[in-house]
């Protein structure tokens, strides 16, 4: 996980440890970041408990630019993600 500026880059393969301490960062600046990326390989995930956040996150704050939400994910092992939002 790296900060630049607004912008948050994390990867997807984090564990839950490393999701936990990634809500608790995000949680206290949250209305001072502008941007997740997820960044790196893209084959598969360690935890759905990742998406689970980062899908709460922009619920929380629609106007943060999330690359894997805003966009499709496309992985290497499970294919195409598709998110559909319950506006």
């Keep these: 996980m790296t900060i630049d500026g607004d912008v948050l880059e994390i990867e997807l393969d984090m564990d839950i440890g490393d999701v936990s301490e990634l809500k608790n960062f995000i949680a206290d ?15 598969s995930f360690s935890s759905s408990s990742l998406l689970q956040l980062l899908y709460s996150v922009k619920k929380t704050k629609p106007s943060m630019s999330i690359n894997i939400i805003d966009e499709n994910l496309k992985l290497t092992d499970y294919g195409v993600i598709h998110w559909i939002g319950d506006d």
Aim: charged content about 25%.
């Design 29 to 43: 600046r949250l209305e001072y970041i502008e941007a997740i990326n997820v960044i790196g390989e893209m084959h």
